[in-house]
């Protein structure tokens, strides 16, 4: 009889990982809170680097599936074991005895409004990372308008201790040149600054779209952390900030302001992380068993890890721990 | 020499020892003569560190009758009865004013008895210095003549006596259970503390034991009287009292002896600092003249061990102003800096220190020592002109605080809007830093510069009111700006005048507020009533666990450089399970910076402004 997994959270890793799992021939039960699946994905227009659409990685990842038996609005209301299996009993009613369980319960995205010197849900025209992707995919967002003088402010919620998070999420510098260049495309009359502490353009590709940021977009980029935002009287944004190349301390006034909010572990995730007693480092990631050969094993046997439930990461990175989790489940549920 | 008119003595009483001295004496005599030089150096000391002004601010205070007056009354309320202890912690007071008072009260009555009884022995060669101290020892009763004045001073001294064995009787037990007397921490003594402690405990259950041994010769009342019944029951009719005044005398000479080097010193140094607290005179040096005063009369007794915010870590404890009092008496150089710089400055302990040690000040001095010397240059910098005619009109200014969290500076514009106020809005493009973060970090030239920047552009703006929304702010524009001719508010205390002067009326509504007293503005500036109306006049005001001035900071506070984000963390959720315990819907608060810092960490509970929850309830009409 085939083996029960069940695979929590049904963003890229759990769709990745349920499909991997079930061409293997086990029995997948694919838990999502959401009323869909695709988790953040499913909120994106486009993905960076080369500004791919979103929409039709997620229609693979999804048609992937097979025979997987998804549970949508379903939340974890119990996780434990009996014997070497978990029992596990979700709010819609249904409880399933699980060989192994794999926690694909990714990343939240940070609040913006916590960071109130940026004005998020305070003045107007101050919007997130997140509702850019919600613009361009729908088309519609009063905040938006036509704006003439945009910026954007990398690291909110990352690398911000005052925030409650130090570490770096990975993704923001990209999707923002992505969104920068996107943004002045869809405005052409736009001026459009960058405001960073220092561009993280690591992967294969990010150099390139930086490069065509300054050269073809004509993106402004300035190294130096906005201080604080005002609203004038005629709505459009004064922001203070210092450009830490010329050490002057600088004032824009824009029409827009775009606030690239950063990853936090899930709490819906770490609800469930507390239920197995799966722990988290300080900056509340889950933690591995360890760091190198052991990223998707956790102390817990038979529980698995995969994608930014152990720490941001971007789309490809996810998808390979989901495609490594399942080789590890099924070499750990042969061997038992 | 004695007069040859008193050298008689009282019709009661028969001078046993003319020559007035016995060799037990030796002990206390040695004890008190070595205390009083002791004192005397380190009065110099103080004094001659003091500058040449201070000095002089210190001698007008003693010949004004105002301040003379208040002198008398501050050391006989805070040095005798303790009345600042009495008030928070009643059984603590008992127990320190039984023994000051108590002990002041036996030394007045025993000189009053040696003047009335016999009054050649008040002159030095008369050893005057002991003979109070030891009557009993060496005036016996007249058995022929015994008056009513004799009994009531018998009577009077056994019930000073009690009075005092009452409070020593507590100091025993709570030493062993703190907690009962209202303290969860207390300072571990040091060596010669312990020595002090013991001989200081030892001291009156030796005098009730001496004097009972001699009760039937020497007198006493209902407390030595039956003791020495009891005595002569327990060992004939012989008794042998001399080793009795002996331990008696080796103990006070003990305590004397130990005082100097004890955390009892403060008993001394107490009084030498209210009257330089009286003159004015504030701390200058973290070492030194004044400082030196403070740290001497600290009593090392630890309610602000319990009073710090940073207790709520065990770890912690060691930043606690005692310690770093302490150190600095001890001269443990390394330890101060660190310790001078984790503080917050919420000013808690001051509030609650008995003493009135103002040790918050004495770190930003010990700050200063190392900051201040730091070079920078802020010619850059100008404080921009408000814009439009200002004369005679309300201003505005939301420092730098604020304008982090915008939604304050949005309310508060809103009220004066709905108030119809004509105001100006002084920063409204930015402005400079009021220069208490400065002051805090201890670079006192610095925050000179920008306060005079501030000052010039206020003064020359020629308004009337100056309203600010941070009690940061607040606080130094109070203290440091002396912006002659105008008036300095809060917004609350601004907003609550609107109120009653009814330019603003506000609705009341269904929730319930707890009402988070932000240190500057609460113990900084002494507003505690004008935000609580305010609050209470839109919804239900509900307590916190501790409020007014011993509400717990927030944690967020500019006070410390140092302190890393984990305690801060730890200290935010302490002052939140505080505000919380008697289940508020919301958390109101009047500061930016608590504003933001409770808003980070309480998940359940919203924190809003107050200027927000005014700006909700207007009725417009």
């Not at chain 2, 630890?302 to 102003?321: H, T, Y």
């Amino acid at each position: 009889m085939a083996k029960n997994i069940i695979v929590i959270g049904g963003g890229p890793a759990g769709l990745e990982a349920s499909a991997r799992l079930d061409a293997l021939g086990y029995n997948v039960f694919l838990v999502e809170k959401e009323t869909r699946l695709g988790g953040h994905l499913a909120r994106w227009d486009r993905l960076f680097p080369e500004g791919v659409p979103a929409a039709p990685v997620l229609e693979k990842l999804v048609s992937g599936t097979g025979n997987t038996k998804v549970m949508l609005e379903s939340e974890v209301l119990s996780l434990s074991r009996l014997g070497k299996s978990f029992r596990i009993s979700l709010t819609s009613g249904v409880s399933v005895i699980a060989d192994a369980v794999l926690m694909t319960t990714g990343f939240d995205l940070f609040d913006a409004s916590k960071k109130e010197e940026y004005g998020y849900g305070i003045y107007d025209h101050v919007v997130t990372n997140a509702d850019i992707e919600g613009y361009f995919r729908t088309g519609k967002d009063p905040r938006i308008g036509s704006p003439e003088r945009i910026g954007l402010v990398h690291c909110v919620g990352s690398r911000d201790e005052k925030a409650g998070c130090r570490n770096c999420s990975k993704v923001c510098c990209a999707t923002a040149v992505k969104q920068a260049c996107e943004l002045k495309a869809k405005f052409p009359s736009a001026t459009v600054y960058c405001f960073y502490m220092d561009l993280r353009m690591f992967g294969r590709g990010y150099e390139d779209l930086y490069l065509k940021a300054q050269k073809e977009y004509g993106i402004r980029f300035i190294r130096g952390r906005v201080s604080e935002v005002s609203e004038k009287i005629d709505k459009t944004l004064q922001v203070k900030a210092e450009d830490t190349l010329s050490s002057t301390p600088l004032k824009v006034s824009l029409d827009l302001l775009v606030l690239m909010a950063g990853m936090r572990p899930s709490e819906a995730g770490a609800k469930v992380g507390k239920m197995i007693r799966l722990g988290t480092g300080d900056d509340g990631y889950f933690n591995t068993s360890d760091g190198f050969t052991g990223m998707q094993a956790t102390s817990v046997p038979g529980l698995f890890v995969a994608g930014a439930s152990t720490g941001p990461k971007t789309l490809p990175d996810t998808l390979s721990e989901a495609r490594a989790a399942s080789a590890l489940i099924h070499e750990y549920l042969r061997e038992s | 020499m004695t007069p040859f008119h008193i050298l008689q003595v009282a019709p009661e009483v028969i001078d046993r020892v003319p020559g007035a001295y016995a060799h037990f004496v030796l002990p206390f005599c040695v004890g008190i003569v070595f205390c009083i030089c002791w004192l005397g150096v380190g009065l110099v000391r103080v004094l001659a560190n003091l500058s040449s002004s201070d000095r002089k601010a210190l001698l007008l205070s003693l010949i004004n009758p105002k301040t003379l007056w208040k002198d008398i009354k501050d050391i006989f309320c805070d040095c005798l009865l303790h009345l600042k202890i009495w008030q928070r912690k009643p059984l603590l007071g008992y127990m320190h004013s039984a023994i000051a008072f108590g002990w002041f009260l036996i030394i007045i009555l025993g000189h009053l008895e040696v003047w009335l009884f016999a009054p050649r022995h008040l002159y030095l060669d008369n050893g005057a210095l002991f003979y109070p101290i030891f009557y009993r020892y060496f005036i016996w009763v007249n058995p022929e003549h015994t008056t009513l004045r004799g009994s009531l001073f018998f009577f009077l001294m056994d019930l000073c006596l009690l009075y005092i064995l009452s409070g020593i009787g507590l100091a025993i037990f709570k030493r062993f259970r703190s907690r009962l007397l209202g303290m969860k921490h207390t300072t571990k003594p040091s060596l010669m503390d312990r020595v002090a402690l013991f001989s200081l405990w030892g001291i009156f259950p030796l005098r009730l034991l001496a004097e009972s041994f001699t009760a039937d010769l020497a007198g006493g009342s209902f407390l030595t009287l039956p003791a020495n019944a009891l005595l002569r029951f327990l060992f004939g009719n012989n008794l042998y009292y001399l080793p009795w005044w002996w331990a008696y005398s080796v103990c006070l000479g003990l305590f004397f002896v130990s005082l100097p080097f004890s955390r009892y010193m403060h008993i001394l140094t107490e009084p030498l600092l209210i009257l330089l607290r009286n003159a004015g005179i504030k701390v200058r040096h973290p070492r030194k003249g004044y400082a030196e005063a403070e740290i001497y009369a600290c009593s090392s007794c630890g309610l602000c061990i319990d009073a710090c915010p940073m207790n709520v870590q065990k770890k912690n404890l060691r930043f606690s102003s005692v310690y770093f009092i302490r150190f600095l008496r001890r001269h443990n150089e390394k330890k101060i800096n660190r310790i001078a710089d984790k503080c917050l400055q919420c000013g808690k302990c001051l509030a609650l220190c008995p003493v009135g040690v103002d040790s918050p000040a004495i770190r930003r001095r010990q700050r200063a020592a190392y900051n201040d010397v730091l070079p920078f240059d802020y010619s850059p910098l100008k404080a921009p002109a408000p814009q439009g005619a200002v004369p005679g009109k309300v201003m505005y200014f939301a420092g730098c605080m604020s304008h982090l969290t915008p939604r304050i500076i949005k309310a508060v514009l809103e009220v004066f809007r709905e108030a119809g106020e004509d105001f100006v809005f002084a920063d409204e493009n930015g402005g400079l830093c009021c220069g208490r973060p400065l002051l805090l970090a201890g670079k006192d030239r610095a925050a000179k510069t920008v306060i005079e920047a501030n000052r010039k552009m206020i003064m020359e703006s020629g308004c009337s009111t100056l309203v600010l929304s941070c009690p940061i702010c607040l606080k130094v524009f109070k203290e440091e700006y002396k912006l002659q001719g105008i008036e300095v508010l809060h917004y609350t205390e601004y907003m609550d005048r609107l109120v009653a002067q009814e330019r603003l009326t506000l609705k009341k509504g269904e929730g319930s507020y707890v009402y988070h007293d932000p240190c500057e503005l609460g113990r900084g500036c002494g507003i505690y009533d004008a935000p609580r109306r305010l609050v209470g006049s839109v919804g239900e005001l509900r307590k916190a666990e501790k409020e007014g001035d011993e509400s717990v900071c927030c944690g967020g506070s500019l006070g410390s450089l140092t302190l890393s984000y984990e305690d801060r963390k730890k200290i935010t959720a302490g002052a939140l399970d505080n505000l919380l315990a008697n289940h508020p819907d919301r958390i109101v608060t009047a500061c930016p910076l608590c504003l933001k810092t409770f808003s980070d960490a309480s998940s359940d509970v919203p924190v809003v402004d107050i200027a927000e929850l005014v700006a909700d309830s207007i009725t417009r009409t």
